[in-house]
């Protein structure tokens, strides 16, 4: 990680120690990151684990590739240098989110393998769940949600990944889910599943 531009700057470290804070609130923060191609069901999990955490009276918080961009990254493109910056700063937020505690569920293509190494890097040892939704690309394409692979087939989408821009999958994935002729609510109780194993939930 680089260092910042800013000089004279101080962490302000919280009053309460890490372990007194997960202590009060019955769990322990850690960020699993959800990656793979478009449409192939990144978001629709994270959003039911989500649920799924919230009515066990877990505090979780899903961090939406298409909702950061229109807000926290809305000057971002999807260039490789674009995409790396987005990567970045939702590495970032997500870091401070599992700090709070926050279970914190990220949903992004993040198609670099160092993006994801560097997202990795910024939590403590443990604390970063990959989850590679290892949907084919051709299932992904005949689901095609949002119409982009269309709009990639007829030249009218450049720099899509998958069709004209990489994708790197992870080599050694906390978790890995095929999608294909399984529901959403399954996958989704095999993350929880792994995150109660690991001791996230209290």
């Not at 926290?72 to 987005?86: H, I, K, M, Y």
């Not at 890097?121 to 989850?131: D, I, S, T, Y």
């Not at 051709?138 to 720099?159: I, V």
């Amino acid at each position: 990680m680089s260092a910042p531009k800013s000089a004279n700057i101080t962490w302000h470290p919280a009053n309460l120690s890490h372990d007194e804070r997960e202590a009060l609130i019955a769990q322990r923060g850690c960020v699993v990151w959800f990656t793979g191609f478009s449409g192939s069901g990144k978001s629709t999990i994270a959003r039911k684990v989500e649920q799924l955490l919230l009515e066990r009276n877990k505090v979780a918080y899903v961090l939406d590739g298409d909702n950061l961009r229109m807000g926290l990254n809305r000057d971002l493109g999807f260039s490789p240098a674009d995409r790396t910056e987005n990567i970045r700063r939702v590495g970032a937020v997500a870091q401070l989110f599992a700090d709070a505690g926050v279970l914190t569920l990220t949903a992004f293509v993040s198609p670099y393998r160092a993006d994801r190494d560097g997202a990795r890097a910024m939590l403590p040892e443990g604390r970063f769940v990959e989850c590679h939704v290892a949907t084919p690309l051709e299932e992904c394409e005949k689901r095609d949600p949002k119409g982009l692979y269309k709009k990639a087939r007829a030249g009218e989408l450049a720099g899509f990944t998958g069709i004209d821009a990489p994708y790197e999958a992870p080599d050694a994935a906390e978790l890995v889910l095929d999608t294909v002729g399984k529901s959403p609510d399954v996958s989704a109780q095999e993350v929880v599943a792994h995150l109660e194993k690991a001791g996230f939930l209290g």
